[in-house]
């Protein structure tokens, strides 16, 4: 069973970036897809980017698309979430997520496992 820690998160203020990091252990990461995920307040929890196994296929939420890029490094057991432009509306509690589910790969309950979330603020 694989733990996930995310770190990075922070206040930035409109047009900045942040660049977000979800470590994990306790099981074989490079065996699991990577999400992140994003709850604002009041609101539910919404797809944000995934990567393949390998990293070499990458889906992103329309939001995002073009100012988010997610990675991976199988060697460090870590993704990233490199989040450039941001907006006030990229304001959210941030979560990395794992899946070995073969069910659709933007859907929450295709993971099985959740870190505990990282805060993101833009300001505006």
């Known amino acids: 069973q694989v733990q996930l820690v995310e770190s990075g998160g922070g206040l930035v203020q409109a047009g900045g970036f942040l660049r977000l990091s979800c470590a994990a252990s306790?099981?074989?990461?490079?065996?699991?897809?990577m999400g992140w995920f994003r709850q604002a307040p009041g609101k539910e929890r919404e797809f944000v980017a995934t990567v393949n196994v390998s990293g070499g296929s990458t889906y992103y939420a329309d939001s995002v698309k073009g100012r988010f890029t997610i990675s991976r490094n199988n060697a460090k057991n870590t993704v990233y979430l490199q989040m450039n432009s941001l907006k006030p509306e990229d304001t959210a509690v941030y979560y990395c997520a794992a899946s070995t589910s073969i069910g659709p790969i933007a859907a929450i309950l295709s993971y099985a496992y959740w870190g505990q979330g990282t805060q993101v603020t833009v300001s505006s």
């Open positions: 306790g099981g074989t990461f490079s065996r699991y897809r």
